[in-house]
């Protein structure tokens, strides 16, 4: 078996970005209409306000109408919950992004549920989990999206095929699961209670991996000529008292085995921001009673 063909989820993700960018100029050009994406930020964790500020930039890029909203480290949950308010009544507004992780004292129950569903592009709200579960039209949770969009560009029709899906948050893993159940795989979500989750994993035609543990996925877990998701981001010391980012795959073995694999950076990471405005184009587009663009 020779080497495993890398996905790259960067490139797809520049082409995805451009293909929104083009959808938006012809919404404004022809209905007036700009997509426009609220993302709130409370507190100054630097890894979140990483993320906001790619968010931000990405979507201005895209040609889409970018409100940032950062509020102080104490800001209260009712405090947020009206600005949610204000943004779920602001026809400006498409696409609403609150930022995890929130401060102790607001309970991100409280304010995802807060948000309006036709507005909740990260797909978090319970109407939105409900609708994707029972194969209705939903906002669907940007990583597991980017994960079936390079799945399908890799694979074409997933119909049959084992899918192993590793971790079962809310954000990644169910989503994830439920995606591939409307593809036709036969899905196995695994987690920390999954016995003998080496052999569950050698099953899997399609494997994916969100997990949060460096490397755990090993060479010998993989079926040969197997499709590699990995969701993980993990950070480890590196050379030089640096430190690297690596995945929940150990990559080099991994790819010894697999038909095919995203590497960590510049695989799954990409794809969640793509998503993002993918997302909230979507969002507009549902929002004026027009088509929804189809991006692949
Ligand atoms: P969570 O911590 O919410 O979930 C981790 C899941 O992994 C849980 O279901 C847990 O099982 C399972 N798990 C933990 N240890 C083991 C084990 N030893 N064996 C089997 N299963 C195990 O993480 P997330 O889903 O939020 O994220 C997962 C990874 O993906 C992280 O590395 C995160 O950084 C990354 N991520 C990347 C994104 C991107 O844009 N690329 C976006 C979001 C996340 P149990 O439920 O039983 O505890």
């Given at each position: 078996?020779?080497?495993?063909?890398?996905?790259?989820?960067?490139?797809?993700?520049?082409?995805?970005?451009?293909?929104?960018?083009?959808?938006?100029?012809?919404?404004?050009?022809?209905?007036?209409?700009?997509?426009?994406?609220?993302?709130?930020?409370?507190?100054?964790?630097?890894?979140?306000?990483?993320?906001?500020?790619?968010?931000?930039?990405?979507?201005?890029?895209?040609?889409?109408?970018?409100?940032?909203?950062?509020?102080?480290?104490?800001?209260?949950?009712?405090?947020?919950?009206?600005?949610?308010?204000?943004?779920?009544?602001?026809?400006?507004?498409?696409?609403?992004?609150?930022?995890?992780?929130?401060?102790?004292?607001?309970?991100?129950a409280?304010?995802?549920?807060?948000?309006?569903?036709?507005?909740?592009?990260?797909?978090?709200?319970?109407?939105?989990a409900?609708?994707?579960a029972?194969?209705?039209?939903?906002?669907?949770p940007?990583t597991p999206?980017?994960c079936?969009?390079?799945?399908?560009?890799?694979?074409?029709?997933?119909?049959?095929?084992e899918a192993v899906v590793v971790g079962r948050s809310n954000i990644v893993g169910k989503p994830m699961a439920q995606l591939l159940l409307?593809?036709?795989c036969t899905v196995t979500i695994a987690h920390s209670r999954t016995r003998d989750l080496p052999a569950v994993c050698r099953r899997a035609d399609i494997l994916v991996a969100a997990v949060g543990r460096p490397e755990m996925v090993r060479g010998d877990w993989i079926r040969?000529?197997a499709?590699v998701i990995d969701v993980g981001i993990n950070?480890?010391?590196?050379?030089?008292?640096?430190?690297?980012?690596?995945g929940d795959v150990a990559?080099?073995?991994a790819?010894?085995?697999?038909?095919?694999?995203?590497?960590?950076?510049?695989?799954?990471?990409?794809?969640?921001?793509?998503?993002?405005?993918?997302?909230?184009?979507?969002?507009?587009?549902?929002?004026?009673?027009?088509?929804?663009?189809?991006?692949?």
């Amino acid at each position: 078996m020779g080497e495993a063909r890398i996905i790259d989820g960067k490139g797809f993700a520049a082409t995805l970005r451009g293909r929104v960018g083009e959808s938006v100029a012809a919404l404004k050009a022809g209905h007036g209409l700009t997509p426009g994406l609220a993302v709130v930020l409370v507190g100054e964790d630097p890894a979140s306000q990483v993320y906001v500020h790619s968010k931000g930039k990405q979507t201005q890029e895209a040609g889409m109408a970018s409100f940032e909203h950062r509020l102080e480290a104490t800001t209260s949950q009712e405090a947020l919950l009206r600005l949610v308010g204000e943004l779920n009544a602001d026809p400006a507004v498409h696409g609403i992004l609150v930022q995890l992780p929130l401060p102790a004292q607001i309970e991100p129950a409280a304010v995802l549920s807060a948000i309006d569903p036709a507005k909740d592009v990260d797909g978090f709200h319970v109407i939105n989990a409900g609708r994707l579960a029972t194969g209705q039209k939903a906002l669907v949770p940007c990583t597991p999206l980017g994960c079936l969009l390079l799945l399908r560009d890799t694979l074409g029709d997933l119909g049959g095929l084992e899918a192993v899906v590793v971790g079962r948050s809310n954000i990644v893993g169910k989503p994830m699961a439920q995606l591939l159940l409307g593809e036709s795989c036969t899905v196995t979500i695994a987690h920390s209670r999954t016995r003998d989750l080496p052999a569950v994993c050698r099953r899997a035609d399609i494997l994916v991996a969100a997990v949060g543990r460096p490397e755990m996925v090993r060479g010998d877990w993989i079926r040969p000529g197997a499709t590699v998701i990995d969701v993980g981001i993990n950070r480890v010391p590196g050379e030089g008292g640096k430190t690297r980012l690596v995945g929940d795959v150990a990559f080099a073995e991994a790819r010894a085995v697999a038909g095919a694999i995203t590497p960590v950076p510049g695989g799954v990471g990409p794809m969640t921001i793509a998503c993002l405005l993918a997302n909230t184009l979507t969002a507009a587009c549902r929002s004026a009673g027009l088509p929804e663009p189809k991006l692949l």
